[in-house]
């Protein structure tokens, strides 16, 4: 199973930069899709960003141009750089990684225990 512990998170005023870090550890044999996504209180959980072993991305269309996401393959890690924040953009975000446990196993999913961040305005 993939561990993942998701680091970056803090508060900033409106306007500010964060970058979120996420690190997966475990016995797996690959990971797929990584990805963010984020819950306000009250809210659903919603996509942020994702990105495939590739390198192909996906972004909500209310942080498209201000966040972008990338990942270190090697290291296991994946990243949320965090520019132009609004207040809105204030939730707990989660780190989540879709991966294969043998290269025979259907794919699944891990969700790291998220961080937060906060945005003043």
């Known amino acids: 199973q993939v561990q993942l512990v998701e680091s970056g998170g803090g508060l900033v005023q409106a306007g500010g930069s964060l970058r979120l870090s996420c690190a997966a550890s475990?016995?797996?044999?690959?990971?797929?899709?990584m990805g963010w996504y984020r819950q306000a209180p009250g809210k659903q959980r919603e996509l942020v960003a994702t990105?495939?072993?590739?390198?192909?991305?996906n972004y909500a269309d209310s942080v498209k141009g201000r966040f972008t996401i990338s990942r270190d393959n090697a290291n296991k890690s994946v990243y949320l750089q965090m520019n132009i924040l609004k207040p809105e953009d204030t939730a707990a975000y989660y780190c989540?990684?879709?991966?294969?446990?043998?290269?025979?196993?259907?794919?699944?999913?891990?969700w790291g225990q998220g961080t937060q961040v906060t945005v003043s305005s």
């Open positions: 989540k990684a879709d991966y294969q446990k043998t290269s025979l196993s259907y794919t699944t999913s891990s």
């Open positions: 475990g016995r797996f044999f690959s990971i797929n899709t």
């Open positions: 990105i495939t072993s590739g390198g192909s991305t």
